[in-house]
């Protein structure tokens, strides 16, 4: 818990309580306070005897020798970019589990069977550079390096991926890559980010796999018009279309079981008496089956253009005149099929939830599939993976009042702890 | 022309054709390309034996001596300034216009029974800070000087109207008031903005008035959260209740055969992965009676709140899951109630649209309502005032495309010629 709060010095965000820790976090990945952050981590890292690794990414890797050295370490990881208006735990908890996993061995004096590492991984949020766990893609080698160099930032800037890791000094000459830096296992400790623990009172998730999901860009183009003297007709109103594309985009996640959100949303050219000409927005979709995400997927590319043209998809224009027609693109700019996690990662982080848990534990423990994304996506294409999820606060995060109790954090890291140690020995 | 293309190289816009003239404009008011644009204005109407008033709005007023000074200037007037995606003839015309009469006044040695004025208002468009007409709407002492100075530009910055004025040198020492810089009449020749006299096949509006309006801005408070692990029951979506709102006051608006407007949105934090916690949104609506704005804005009041605490209102929630209710505020920032011009000026203008027409005037001629707002809405407040409306491609405006012929420019410009003469002999 002292990592967490003082390595939040670095970016902290909204005040939500009155405790100088109850504030939430706005670390942006590449950022003058990530790279503080940063800074502390490979410290640490060093201090507690580990050699650390800078790969192209920026991904940090901090390795602590073990008694023999023929495989590769057993990780654990997560990472340390946060939203923009985001909470002290998601990804934090993580890193500082695998920073205290290394102190606990090194206090015992506990030599481990292969080296054990901890990574912390760029830009996992996609907040500031618009593709989640990009870095860990790129090691994957799911995303090609270019691609992510060439990421530019979401806000204002025209910054890169690979001119803000130059600048703050993280563009390491390692190759970002499995094959340079493999992975025994990868051990993942994570707030869960909704409410399915709380709600059952459960202690611990072990995270079985995570849900498919896909990111667009949908652009709407219409004619920048007069408020005041152009009739409804007469308009091609690039909102009003973004309007109805994002309420079908809710219609469809819920005849689809599925979910469907706008996070990002800019128009042009911004003027209350100017009917916006373009609209740009985002729309992540998620569904457990790949095949559900496909066919929503299918859905809105059949059904966006229909909008655009002024058809009534949503058999919800009545009462409403109908425009000029606009013309709508479409790209998907991210996928992430649906991913199922390790049988062995499985079997000892379940060995160490009920070993961590004692007599009671079969009622604290939870199976589960993680709603949200994680680097451990992808480096399950490469290594045995899997999580650990604790519960957080009515399930709120991405929200500066995210927050996970001191005793659900502990018991989180004496988990991975004993999953690495059960992992290392098998 | 020349005047029209000549100033257009301050503030520049977007090519939308060959030409060297064909260009759109983005003069925001006070910036430094309006500047540009003032001293031009200052200096040529000065060499045109003018006298020079720049008042506490920045408004500037050039006045050409009459035979007698015993009552006010006969003003014709408008504006410098554009939209950000604007055209070369909204506002441009009128004020080129007004200076081309100075010249044919000079050239022909002509005397008027009265001294003849041209004005520049300041901000006209509302663009940069979101008040539409502010200076002539402070001159005529219907808003108060101070919270014109007060208003903050819209985008990023910081600025404010009179730190703007001040700092291109523009905040001027004489009071902006109508007892300070009296006027015997105020004519305008505009752009029309919208399709009517082009459809019609006509080549000059006599403008009997404006439609009433009103502005808006609209707030909802909803709660950031993941877009992955929030399922749809625990969302609280500011931009998929905005997204409502912006359909339903468009149905509104058809109902009311009114127009309702969103040209302004802006959310936070703006990540893919996060549901949007707070959207603000512009709200314009016009009608030709103020009646049937007032009753638009109540159903808004009540309706947006129903909207947000999830009430299907729009009877278009079929397939949809109702989340947790989001909060609304609405504030009215602008009202600008129906005008109606002055008959002298409007008879003005009729016998000079006649003379200048010829034989088969009757037939080129419209008595129209001006959808979009004027500073002659606030000039007519306080002295007889009229516009005159000339044909635009397509009924195209705040848009760089906006077009109007040269000969449908000069037709206009001596429809106001004589109109002004016509007044001073009056
Ligand atoms: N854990 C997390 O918030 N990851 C970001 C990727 C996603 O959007 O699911
Ligand atoms: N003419 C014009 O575009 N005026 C701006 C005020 C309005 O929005 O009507």
Redesign the pocket.
């Given at each position: 818990m002292e990592d967490i709060h003082y390595t939040c010095q670095w970016g902290m965000g909204k005040k939500w309580g009155a405790r100088s820790t109850e504030t939430g976090m706005s670390r942006l990945a590449l950022s003058d306070a990530d790279k503080e952050a940063r800074d502390w981590f490979m410290r640490t890292t060093e201090a507690l005897g580990c050699n650390t690794t800078v790969d192209a990414m920026g991904n940090i890797f901090a390795v602590r020798p073990g008694i023999r050295s023929d495989k590769p370490p057993t990780f654990v990881g997560s990472?340390l970019d946060t939203?923009p208006t985001?909470g002290r735990y998601?990804?934090i908890l993580g890193v500082t589990a695998g920073v205290e996993l290394l102190k606990v061995l090194a206090d015992n004096w506990v030599e481990t069977e292969y080296p054990v590492g901890v990574v912390n991984w760029t830009n996992?949020?996609?907040?500031r550079f618009p593709l989640?766990?990009v870095s860990s893609g790129v090691w994957a080698g799911s995303i090609p390096l270019e691609t992510a160099h060439n990421l530019r930032e979401i806000h204002p800037g025209t910054a890169t991926m690979a001119s803000e890791l130059a600048r703050i000094g993280y563009l390491g000459k390692t190759p970002a890559s499995y094959e340079s830096m493999p992975m025994g296992a990868h051990f993942e400790l994570?707030i869960e980010?909704g409410p399915l623990l709380e709600m059952a009172n459960k202690k611990v998730g072990i995270v079985q796999g995570?849900q498919a999901?896909k990111?667009f860009t949908i652009t709407v183009k219409g004619r920048d018009t007069h408020t005041g003297t152009t009739d409804l007709k007469s308009r091609a109103d690039a909102l009003l279309t973004a309007s109805k594309m994002i309420l079908h985009s809710h219609r469809l996640a819920t005849t689809n079981s599925a979910l469907a959100s706008t996070g990002i949303l800019n128009l042009k050219p911004g003027s209350t008496n100017t009917v916006p000409g373009e609209v740009t927005f985002s729309l992540?979709i998620?569904a457990p089956k790949d095949s559900t995400v496909q066919r929503m997927a299918a859905q809105i590319k059949s059904d966006f253009p229909k909008i655009a043209a002024g058809q009534d998809v949503m058999n919800c224009n009545e009462n409403c005149i109908t425009g000029l027609p606009c013309e709508v693109s479409i790209t998907e700019d991210f996928d992430?099929p649906a991913t199922t996690f390790h049988p062995d990662c499985i079997a000892a982080v379940h060995q160490a939830a009920h070993s961590a848990l004692g007599s009671n534990s079969h009622n604290l423990i939870m199976d589960m599939v993680?709603?949200?994304?994680?680097d451990s996506v992808y480096t399950s294409k490469r290594c045995p993976t899997s999580m650990i999820f604790v519960p957080c606060r009515e399930g709120i995060?991405?929200n500066p009042a995210e927050f996970c109790k001191d005793e659900d954090c502990a018991l989180g890291a004496q988990v991975l702890l004993q999953s690495v140690l059960r992992f290392d020995r098998m």
């Open positions: 990472h939203q985001g998601d990804g996992e949020e996609g907040a989640s766990m994570h980010q995570v999901y990111w992540d998620r992430s993680s709603g949200a994304g994680h995060s991405h």
